[in-house]
């Protein structure tokens, strides 16, 4: 910018070349090639950091999703962070904004429908206009669930004027909504989340109620709702759509929808990354629990648990099954489930995955007892279930085609834990208080297994010129405190998050009983 010739200020950005084309016979393209979007719902913390949007966070979690197969992500329900659409853009990283969670029907008290009327413009505006140079941004979605879906509230003449407004700002994107299910009147009378209201749908009337919702939409969102594409098809065989919120526990049934239909052009899982709040929803529910079933789970549950990557970025087996679901078939995996749930019936809420873990270690008294084994790889249906007696040693899942070996995957049952290793993502971070040290601790024996049933308290310490910001576990369920140097172990794993505004070196050393503590150096 110039004033009388000189340079008053200077911003630089940087921009991509690529086209998007999108119809019901071919699907989606990009640079003229077809792409199934292999999606995932994003919200919006960063775990243990909260809603800080450290660019080095925005980066890390994008790359976690990109190498476990993820080729979209589905911002959900906000516009994302100017560093995560930046790393998008860098990585390929496909990526879906979003306006609104809510329009002039509010689903709590005092959310954003108080504002609405007054901001909508606003606000869309800001959102186009600062991300339409970005090449990652593929969609700008004008709502997710909203209360008008049903035309309720001129909720089809909202849906066209916020379509219009986004379309006069940008007219390269797509404009899309994510709609769920329709309920019965006097649910939609009841405050709750959107969570509890999907548990409740009724989906004989939807794409009646929808239509004209829909109609100013160049893709219609389905939130949990695969079973009505085909028949939406039928009825307005023009439409593409897309499984725009979807199950974790069928998964799979999902996927076969995207790759048997043209006009569904791709699947976003909920969700892909764990997340603060919605406590418990994928917890699973085992028959001997006592205590009666409940949605949302009490204190000290605190995150949703729906997710393919936990809180400290490790894949779940489920994020180990979509990879494979997503045609890598090289790739495998074997889980247990604890032996006293053998023939045990569990529920859950479809945001659930099966209670199983990467353990071949049991206490004593389980010896020659049963154990469930799942082995995860290219079979029919990606599983295979057997039942092994437990002994200890090496359990290796080795997956044949044609019979020729194409994946193998092993448990072996560590020793007596001997040592915390500590595992820094980058040796090198820079001193602008921006940048991030991620640095994984992993209890394991003398011969380096991780001790994957180990839940022991940690102890951390930081010293020189970094500053200690957080640690924890992927545990859902814990009373640790974020800020406090000190945890409990979940899986035999922690991390740990430091940064500096200083040049020099940053000691981490973390102490554990009865085990040889762990150390390492960051520079800075």
Known sequence: ????????????????????????????????????????????????????????????????????????????????????????????MLLMDEAFDVWRMGKMPLDYHLYFEDWWERDIENMVRRDRNHPCVITYSIGNEITERDGSNQGAEWSAKLAAKVRQLDATRFVTSAVCGVFPEKEEEEEGSNFDLNLLQDNTVWNEVTKEFCEPLDIVGYNY??????????????????????????TYDFWQKVEKLPYVIGD???????????????KVYWESAKGDFSFMTPYPWRTSWQSDIDLTGEQRPQSVYREIMWENTGKSGIYTTHPKHFGENFRGTDWHWYDVNDCWYFEDCWLGKPVKVDIYGAIEKLMATMDISYAPGVLDGIVYKEGKEIS????????????????PEDMVIQADGKDLAYVRVILTDENGNRLTHEKREIHVNVTGAGTFLAVGSGNPCTEDQITAKECHLYRGTAIVILKSKEAGETTITVNADGVEAGTCVVRS
């Open 408 to 423: 193998r995957c092993r448990l072996v049952t560590p020793g007596k834990a001997a040592k915390l290793e500590l595992c």
């Open 268 to 282: 976003c899982i909920w969700a892909a990354v764990d997340y603060l709040g919605e406590v418990g929803v994928g």
């Open 1 to 92: 910018m110039k004033k009388q010739g000189e340079v008053q200020d200077v911003t630089e950005d940087t921009f991509g070349i690529r086209t998007i084309e999108v119809d019901v016979e071919n699907g989606f393209r990009l640079n003229g090639r077809k792409m199934n979007l292999k999606g995932g719902c994003v919200h919006h913390d960063n775990g243990f950091l909260g809603a800080c949007a450290y660019p080095k966070a925005e980066e890390r979690k994008m790359k976690i999703l990109k190498k476990a197969g993820y080729n979209t992500v589905r911002i959900s329900h906000y516009p994302p962070s100017l560093a995560l659409l930046k790393i998008c853009d860098r990585l390929g």
């Open 225 to 250: 709702l695969k079973d009505l594409y085909e028949e939406s098809h039928e009825l307005f065989p023009e439409r593409v759509m897309l499984g725009t919120e979807t199950h974790s526990f069928t």
